[in-house]
């Protein structure tokens, strides 16, 4: 079956450690998103990749990198400088061009640092 | 930028009753798609209804309809014959139409704060 595949549910860090939250796709999208879910908060949009090799910094990009090496996968990572990373992190993918693409969501990480 | 907005952060229904959820959202686009999206306590997001700022007629999906006013920027979602299982956040959502002849579109989507609907037996 197709789907996206957040790994892992749950993640543990201490502060001021790097931390990678990976996620993959076999949809074969083109368009690859990261928001970022507070209570109170909705989802808020991290950094987006309509290709492979090229991103774009979403409305709260700080402390935060990604990389888009294959289709499939558009790893996240949380980084230091993140001031307030423990969150819930949710991946999405549709496909990009003209048309209308629902966006496909996987199950999240919860992402805790201590 | 494009701002959803969504009043009334928690929501109580009987089984069986009807419940509206509003929102409002703010843009200068004229082509545009909005969404309602639930997020039930397992947190996977599932789409519910989608609706085509160009179509005037209301989307529905089985129990689940909209009352779409372009003009007022108003995207209200009516769950009626509630079930349990509706018991969920629920997300309102805006996307631009992607670009004509662009590549690029922008498929990206801006979300409300959520509704937390709680449908009690």
């Known amino acids: 079956d197709g789907g996206i595949t957040q790994s892992p549910k749950y993640l543990f860090r201490k502060e001021g450690q790097n931390v990678t939250l990976s996620c993959e796709q076999n949809l074969n999208h083109d368009a690859m998103y990261w928001y970022r879910q507070d209570p109170g908060q909705g989802l808020r949009l991290i950094y987006y990749?309509?290709?492979?090799?090229?991103?774009q910094k979403g409305d709260i990009a700080e402390g935060y990198s990604v990389s888009r090496e294959k289709k499939e996968s558009f790893p996240l990572t949380v980084t230091s400088a993140q001031k307030n990373p423990t969150a819930f992190y949710l991946c999405a993918s549709n496909s990009a061009g003209t048309g209308f693409s629902p966006l496909h969501f996987g199950n999240g990480t919860r992402l805790t640092v201590t | 930028a494009q701002t959803v907005t969504q009043s009334q952060p928690e929501m109580s229904v009987q089984e069986a009753e009807t419940v509206t959820l509003s929102c409002t959202y703010d843009?200068?686009?004229?082509?545009?798609?909005l969404f309602w999206y639930k997020q039930p306590p397992s947190r996977q997001m599932i789409l519910v209804i989608r609706q085509e700022a160009y179509k005037q007629q209301n989307a529905t999906e089985n129990r689940f309809s909209v009352n779409f006013q372009k003009a007022a920027k108003s995207f209200s979602l009516k769950i009626s014959d509630s079930q349990l299982g509706d018991t969920a956040m629920y997300f309102c959502a805006f996307m631009k139409h992607p670009a004509r002849f662009s590549y690029y579109g922008n498929n990206r989507l801006a979300f409300g704060k959520g509704n937390q609907v709680v449908v009690i037996p």
């Open positions: 843009t200068s686009e004229n082509n545009y798609y």
């Open positions: 990749s309509q290709i492979v090799n090229d991103f």
